[in-house]
């Protein structure tokens, strides 16, 4: 079954910039749709961007023209280019597939930004 690790996170000051990587273990090509997902503490798990195998993206309200996600089905990997970021977009950030039945779990990558 196919394993997802999620990396690129890290502490940085209201304004600033991250890229955030999933790596599948297997292909990715068949999963028509790949996402991030957020959950921040006390607060349920929640979508945040996906993407079709055509390219196609959906975004949450609040991250709409902040952050862009995109898939290297070659590399197996899905991204996240977050900008602008908010004390409000602090959480631990994870990748899974949007349609059918999720794959197991990474870990997450946990993002911060301070004020």
């Known amino acids: 079954q196919v394993q997802l690790v999620e990396s690129g996170g890290g502490l940085v000051q209201a304004g600033g910039s991250l890229r955030l990587s999933c790596a599948a273990s297997?292909?990715?090509?068949?999963?028509?749709?790949m996402a991030w997902y957020r959950q921040a503490p006390g607060k349920q798990r929640e979508l945040v961007a996906a993407?079709?195998?055509?390219?196609?993206?959906n975004y949450l309200d609040s991250v709409k023209g902040r952050f862009t996600i995109s898939r290297d089905n070659a590399k197996n990997t899905v991204y996240l280019q977050m900008n602008s970021l908010k004390p409000e977009d602090t959480a631990v950030y994870l990748c899974?597939?949007?349609?059918?039945?999720?794959?197991?779990w990474g870990q997450g990558t946990q993002v911060t930004v301070s004020s």
């Open positions: 899974n597939v949007a349609s059918g039945r999720f794959l197991p």
């Open positions: 993407i079709r195998s055509g390219g196609t993206t």
């Open positions: 297997g292909s990715i090509f068949s999963f028509n749709i």
